[in-house]
């Protein structure tokens, strides 16, 4: 007979739920474009445009007063929505559940905030320059909003999906799926679909600079290699200008990007909906109670110590992910410090995604079978050890020495390889490194259920909204600091860089440090923190099932008219618990002798540094209390 605790939901559904995820990812990835495009038009420089071409002489400041004031001020923003969001949701009851109208209001803001930027603020004239400045700033507020909504049922949704850690672990895999088909996706429609001449036109933005641009001589000569054609009376002599040239910035582009985007999500979001309609419902809901208030907040994160340690780790390791794998860094170390950012950008960014296949299998199976927590523990080691390879080469890299440069393929007398040692090497180490970081980042949103079960046995509440939207704010607070990060490192520790590179940018000295900085130091002291959060972390083995047991059975009698004081006073440890609340531990048997399989290094290891906080003092159910039979549930009276 299958325990009272055991919530388990159809295959079907644990596949397609995390494509809620994908949902906001599709936004998400686009957001890039979303803002290029507002930054063209907030210039007031839209109506200068002459046969697809461009000047926008304030675009480079606007783009950096808004990175420097607006960004931050949305965290603020975040900080007080964030909260009152977790809050509603937890107090939430509809027809259709606690979830999925937040799923369906996040959706329809998000597109919402796409159809006011790319369609009703493109068509405002240029003298209305403010009222372009007030409808992006609402359309940005709509987005925040949308993604916030949306994006906070991931994490809280899954603690009525089920509670099986083997299910909850498959999280990985098919989140790894519903990435290809959003992030991987839209990236590759945008930047290389798109890019086609025939599909796209190409338009050409130029922008006034102080430093490293071109002069109106040296751009005319530029130009005229190219190709390129121009008016050369918008520009004025004297000045310098440098210029961005690609699809991206055509009219065309974003009349097929928008109600592609708005489309693939809406899909997406049906989905998820379909994948959790049968589990959104008071049965599957955890422990009832007073609905949390804003003030219990702050006793929440007092007591939660849990989630303190999750939303540490998880917030340093996507800073330093974000960090590590953005365009910033992408363009200085494939183009400014190996000279061919075209050429092994894509290879790699492929690359990247076959190993993070093999490691996202991998680790999902090692969490199925011993726990979310020792999936991220195991495999941030793994992605450590493998970045001291990385980082020993980026060390040893010489701008002078063409066999420490990266190098896939050759153009230069017909298409051939020209694969060396060093570039062997970096894609071992940094392909394997790559996707255990990127498993233990996806690892961790599984982990705010076991969190929220975790609050349930502690305080009694059931509070997903809250616990899913206190991990998200810390998470996009400490991320929020990637830019100026990214300027501390890259632009200030470069002399003579006074931006931060792109595509065009040459070579300097200095760009070697910015680069061992930004893609191993970081990334890698994030993961020494991770690991020492994970010590600390002790929601996984024996404890967890702890948790799970009580919760089951305080459950069952509350159901039954037990008042919720009482049944946090009768059933506190699993040795009170009976034992048909009790799921057993998993123990993996050796299929030739049938006995339970020895420990393996990675097994003590492990057991050494991170067990100490789940072990608990008592066996299952061997001090079990009943339940008294008048607040026996009336399916288990009759079963009796």
């Given at each position: 007979?299958?325990?009272?605790?055991?919530?388990?939901?159809?295959?079907?559904?644990?596949?397609?739920?995390?494509?809620?995820?994908?949902?906001?990812?599709?936004?998400?990835?686009?957001?890039?474009?979303?803002?290029?495009?507002?930054?063209?038009?907030?210039?007031?420089?839209?109506?200068?445009?002459?046969?697809?071409?461009?000047?926008?002489?304030?675009?480079?400041?606007?783009?950096?007063?808004?990175?420097?004031?607006?960004?931050?001020?949305?965290?603020?923003?975040?900080?007080?929505?964030?909260?009152?969001?977790?809050?509603?949701?937890?107090?939430?009851?509809?027809?259709?559940?606690?979830?999925?109208?937040?799923?369906?209001?996040?959706?329809?803001?998000?597109?919402?905030?796409?159809?006011?930027?790319?369609?009703?603020?493109?068509?405002?004239?240029?003298?209305?320059?403010?009222?372009?400045?007030?409808?992006?700033?609402?359309?940005?507020?709509?987005?925040?909003?949308?993604?916030?909504?949306?994006?906070?049922?991931?994490?809280?949704?899954?603690?009525?999906?089920?509670?099986?850690?083997?299910?909850?672990?498959?999280?990985?895999?098919?989140?790894?799926?519903?990435?290809?088909?959003?992030?991987?996706?839209?990236?590759?429609?945008?930047?290389?679909?798109?890019?086609?001449?025939?599909?796209?036109?190409?338009?050409?933005?130029?922008?006034?600079?102080?430093?490293?641009?071109?002069?109106?001589?040296?751009?005319?000569?530029?130009?005229?290699?190219?190709?390129?054609?121009?008016?050369?009376?918008?520009?004025?002599?004297?000045?310098?200008?440098?210029?961005?040239?690609?699809?991206?910035?055509?009219?065309?582009?974003?009349?097929?990007?928008?109600?592609?985007?708005?489309?693939?999500?809406?899909?997406?979001?049906?989905?998820?909906?379909?994948?959790?309609?049968?589990?959104?419902?008071?049965?599957?809901?955890?422990?009832?109670s007073e609905p949390a208030k804003l003030r219990d907040y702050a006793g929440i994160l007092k007591g939660n110590k849990e989630i303190r340690w999750l939303a540490l780790?998880?917030?340093?390791?996507?800073?330093?992910?974000?960090?590590?794998?953005?365009?910033?860094?992408?363009?200085?170390?494939?183009?400014?410090?190996?000279?061919?950012?075209?050429?092994?950008?894509?290879?790699?960014?492929?690359?990247?995604?076959?190993?993070?296949?093999?490691?996202?299998?991998?680790?999902?199976?090692?969490?199925?079978?011993?726990?979310?927590?020792?999936?991220v523990a195991q495999f941030t080691m793994f992605a450590l050890l493998f970045y001291i390879g990385v980082l020993v080469l980026l060390c040893v890299y010489d701008h002078?020495?063409?066999?420490?440069?990266?190098?896939?393929?050759?153009?230069?007398?017909?298409?051939?390889?020209?694969?060396?040692?060093?570039?062997?090497?970096?894609?071992?180490?940094?392909?394997?490194?790559?996707?255990?970081?990127?498993?233990?980042?996806?690892?961790?949103?599984?982990?705010?259920?076991?969190?929220?079960?975790?609050?349930?046995?502690?305080?009694?509440?059931?509070?997903?909204?809250?616990?899913?939207?206190?991990?998200?704010?810390?998470?996009?607070?400490?991320?929020?600091?990637?830019?100026?990060?990214?300027?501390?490192?890259?632009?200030?520790?470069?002399?003579?860089?006074?931006?931060?590179?792109?595509?065009?940018?040459?070579?300097?000295?200095?760009?070697?440090?910015?680069?061992?900085?930004?893609?191993?130091?970081?990334?890698?002291?994030?993961?020494?923190?991770?690991?020492?959060?994970?010590?600390?972390?002790?929601?996984?083995?024996?404890?967890?099932?702890?948790?799970?047991?009580?919760?089951?059975?305080?459950?069952?009698?509350?159901?039954?008219?037990?008042?919720?004081?009482?049944?946090?006073?009768?059933?506190?440890?699993?040795?009170?618990?009976?034992?048909?609340?009790?799921?057993?531990?998993?123990?993996?048997?050796?299929?030739?002798?049938?006995?339970p399989k020895k420990e393996n290094l990675l097994d003590k290891i492990y057991r050494v540094i991170f067990t100490r906080r789940e072990q608990v003092a008592a066996e299952?159910?061997?001090?079990?209390?009943?339940?008294?039979?008048?607040?026996?549930?009336?399916?288990?009276?009759?079963?009796?």
């Amino acid at each position: 007979m299958e325990p009272t605790a055991v919530n388990r939901a159809k295959q079907w559904q644990i596949a397609l739920f995390p494509f809620n995820n994908a949902a906001t990812n599709v936004y998400f990835a686009f957001y890039t474009y979303f803002t290029y495009f507002a930054m063209m038009y907030l210039t007031g420089s839209a109506g200068a445009a002459i046969g697809g071409t461009l000047i926008a002489g304030g675009l480079a400041l606007t783009i950096t007063s808004f990175n420097a004031v607006f960004a931050p001020l949305m965290r603020v923003f975040d900080a007080i929505t964030d909260p009152v969001l977790g809050g509603l949701m937890d107090r939430t009851k509809t027809k259709i559940g606690k979830f999925r109208p937040y799923m369906i209001l996040g959706n329809l803001l998000l597109a919402l905030s796409l159809v006011l930027m790319m369609v009703i603020f493109r068509g405002l004239g240029d003298g209305l320059g403010w009222l372009r400045w007030a409808v992006y700033i609402v359309s940005y507020i709509i987005y925040v909003l949308g993604y916030t909504c949306q994006c906070a049922v991931t994490k809280a949704g899954q603690t009525c999906l089920t509670n099986d850690p083997k299910q909850r672990s498959q999280f990985v895999i098919w989140n790894m799926i519903g990435m290809i088909g959003s992030i991987v996706l839209v990236n590759v429609m945008a930047g290389g679909v798109l890019t086609n001449e025939a599909v796209c036109p190409k338009g050409l933005i130029l922008y006034e600079v102080t430093e490293n641009g071109f002069s109106v001589e040296a751009l005319a000569a530029e130009f005229a290699s190219r190709g390129i054609s121009y008016d050369v009376s918008l520009l004025e002599a004297g000045k310098q200008y440098a210029y961005v040239y690609g699809a991206g910035y055509g009219a065309q582009f974003y009349n097929i990007m928008v109600p592609f985007v708005i489309c693939l999500s809406a899909v997406y979001t049906v989905m998820a909906y379909a994948a959790i309609s049968a589990k959104d419902k008071p049965q599957f809901w955890g422990i009832e109670s007073e609905p949390a208030k804003l003030r219990d907040y702050a006793g929440i994160l007092k007591g939660n110590k849990e989630i303190r340690w999750l939303a540490l780790s998880s917030g340093l390791n996507k800073l330093a992910s974000t960090i590590a794998t953005s365009g910033t860094v992408a363009f200085l170390l494939y183009g400014c410090l190996m000279g061919d950012y075209n050429g092994l950008y894509i290879p790699f960014y492929a690359l990247c995604f076959v190993f993070m296949g093999l490691f996202f299998l991998w680790g999902s199976a090692t969490a199925g079978k011993k726990g979310q927590k020792r999936g991220v523990a195991q495999f941030t080691m793994f992605a450590l050890l493998f970045y001291i390879g990385v980082l020993v080469l980026l060390c040893v890299y010489d701008h002078d020495d063409p066999s420490t440069w990266l190098s896939i393929f050759s153009t230069e007398g017909g298409f051939h390889l020209t694969i060396n040692a060093y570039t062997v090497l970096f894609i071992i180490f940094y392909g394997c490194g790559y996707g255990a970081f990127n498993c233990c980042d996806n690892l961790t949103i599984p982990m705010v259920a076991d969190c929220t079960d975790y609050e349930t046995y502690r305080s009694g509440k059931y509070v997903p909204g809250i616990m899913g939207t206190i991990f998200s704010l810390v998470d996009k607070v400490i991320s929020s600091l990637q830019t100026l990060l990214l300027t501390v490192f890259i632009v200030y520790m470069v002399p003579g860089l006074n931006a931060l590179p792109g595509e065009a940018t040459a070579y300097m000295d200095g760009m070697k440090l910015s680069a061992i900085i930004c893609f191993c130091v970081l990334p890698m002291a994030s993961w020494l923190v991770t690991i020492f959060c994970m010590t600390r972390y002790g929601l996984s083995g024996k404890r967890l099932q702890e948790i799970q047991a009580v919760n089951a059975v305080r459950k069952a009698a509350i159901e039954g008219g037990m008042p919720p004081e009482e049944a946090m006073r009768t059933w506190q440890t699993i040795d009170q618990v009976p034992a048909r609340f009790v799921v057993p531990a998993h123990v993996a048997f050796d299929k030739k002798t049938g006995q339970p399989k020895k420990e393996n290094l990675l097994d003590k290891i492990y057991r050494v540094i991170f067990t100490r906080r789940e072990q608990v003092a008592a066996e299952p159910s061997v001090n079990a209390v009943e339940i008294p039979e008048r607040y026996l549930p009336e399916k288990e009276e009759k079963d009796e």
